[in-house]
């Protein structure tokens, strides 16, 4: 049974859930996939280090990478393998640490705590602060019922002060399309212990899907398929969109051959585009006016280089008239 807890509001009900996702069916690399079954294996067995060493029973791991490419689907298959609850935690709906609190205390042992896109919530240090609103006269006061102190540090104060003493055998898992937009207190073992990163599909990863999708283990065109998945950044879920299709595997697959084909043409393109766009640029700057080019040299303690036209130009003020220095023409 796959359990699904909302934390939404701080009064979150749960509705049991069939999810279908598990570590057989899912398209990861089968390296990654055997790592991730070791490390979960070694958790679950380690109640007895975990109280030996005074740390609290739970572990963090961060999934990212580009859109498309499973982090739900491992988190389900990660609960259908522990037989795990799963709490899935919006922090745009939790209005103030208390609350986070509230929902926090709320979840059981043997449970994983989902927050998706971490990065978009990250911004919740910048809601520190009691809104406040400004009267006729530009004084501010705060606004009534619209404190909104959720902070990044109460988040980080609940995993590694609170989570040790509100249950046991609990994983956290944090989910992101971009880790670099991470606030780097985030990232740290102890809060994420495990970093995951969710490529692009593999070859190994299409044979998985064609045998759920379509049940075929070999075919005349996996070869062809497999040459263009390691020649472009095509995600299993694009590749599970193209398989459902069609339950003939020689239309689905023969489809698949052409959209992968046609999405290597178009980032070609696209390659070829910004390299000619920045080409331009790079032109556009060089070609720099003669005048700002010999005002340049002078103010190196170059010499400029003599006019020999009967109007002059002055460097200082714009002009083309003639002008006298020091009794002559400049």
Avoid at 27 to 32: H, K, R, T, V
Avoid at 44 to 67: I, M, N
Avoid at 195 to 219: C, K, Q, W
């Amino acid at each position: 049974m796959y359990g699904h807890g909302s934390g939404g509001g701080g009064r979150g009900g749960s509705v049991n859930l069939q999810h279908p996702s598990t570590f057989q069916t899912l398209a990861l690399d089968p390296e990654l996939k055997k790592e991730i079954i070791d490390d979960l294996d070694r958790f679950v067995k380690r109640r007895d280090f975990y109280t030996k060493v005074g740390k609290a029973w739970k572990r963090g791991y961060l999934l990212y990478g580009p859109p498309g490419t499973g982090k739900s689907s491992l988190v389900a298959a990660m609960a259908n393998y522990l037989n795990f609850d799963v709490y899935d935690l919006e922090l745009t709906t939790i209005r103030s640490n208390s609350q986070l609190r509230s929902v926090m205390l709320g979840t059981k042992n043997r449970s994983i705590l989902l927050i998706e896109d971490i990065d978009c919530s990250a911004e919740m240090h910048d809601r520190s602060k009691v809104e406040h609103q400004y009267d006729e006269y530009g004084r501010s006061y705060p606004v009534k019922g619209r404190n909104t102190e959720l902070t990044l540090s109460g988040l980080l104060n609940f995993i590694d002060g609170i989570w040790s003493s509100c249950g046991d055998e609990r994983i956290i898992v944090f989910t992101t399309n971009h880790k670099d937009k991470l606030d780097p207190a985030l990232l740290r073992p102890g809060r994420m212990d495990k970093h995951i990163h969710m490529s692009y599909i593999t070859p190994p990863g299409f044979r998985i899907l064609a045998s759920n999708y379509l049940s075929v283990d070999e075919h005349q065109l996996f070869g062809e398929i497999e040459e263009l998945i390691q020649d472009s950044e095509t995600t299993p879920a694009e590749v599970a969109e193209e398989l459902m299709k069609s339950d003939d595997a020689d239309v689905s697959l023969n489809g698949l051959v052409e959209f992968l084909k046609k999405k290597i043409l178009e980032a070609k393109q696209l390659k070829e585009q910004e390299e000619a766009q920045k080409k331009l640029m790079d032109e556009e700057a060089e070609k720099e006016p003669k005048e700002e080019k010999d005002q340049k040299e002078t103010k190196d303690g170059g010499e400029p280089k003599r006019i020999q036209s009967t109007d002059r130009y002055c460097p200082k003020c714009g002009s083309s008239k003639p002008m006298r220095r020091m009794g002559g023409l400049i």
